[in-house]
């Protein structure tokens, strides 16, 4: 969290359009932006921008979302920061390999932009996930 006691939120997302909108809904919102459009460099910036929360597509370029998701919850330095997946039409067996990978959760994709914007806050409030399905 910066001074000015806005929450950072870092956006791992290799989409164009995707990206475009989760950016300007979360901002709208007034929530600090950091982006990464691949997985190696999502976990690059996790460790310089130290984020309150991580938005982590899983299909990504280079390194995809569940290996970085791994690689952040391996780091002390990044370990405890929560990411939450975003996948769209998620597998049974993709939501368990999520989780266990140190997923505090997951959004499915296409989102909802009101129920979208109540899950991040929701997270920041330290609400549950609600049965893990919107
Ligand atoms: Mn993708």
Redo the contacts with the bound molecule.
């Keep these: 969290m910066t001074d000015t006691g806005k929450k950072r939120i870092l956006i791992v997302?290799?989409?164009p359009s995707n990206l475009k909108l989760f950016r300007d809904i979360l901002q709208y919102k007034g929530y600090e932006i950091l982006e990464a459009t691949e997985g190696r460099e999502g976990v690059v910036m996790a460790k310089a921008g130290l984020p309150d929360l991580i938005l982590m597509?899983i299909?990504?370029p280079v390194m995809n979302g569940i290996e970085a998701t791994r690689r952040i919850k391996e780091d002390e330095a990044t370990r405890d920061i929560k990411v939450v997946a975003l996948t769209a039409n998620a597998m049974e067996g993709d939501k368990e390999r999520m989780l266990k990978a140190g997923c505090h959760d997951y959004i499915a994709k296409p989102v909802h932009v009101t129920e979208f914007l109540e899950r991040i806050a929701g997270y920041f409030a330290g609400r549950e996930p609600a049965g893990k399905e919107s």
Excluded: G, K, V
């Design positions: 997302e290799d989409d597509d299909q990504l």
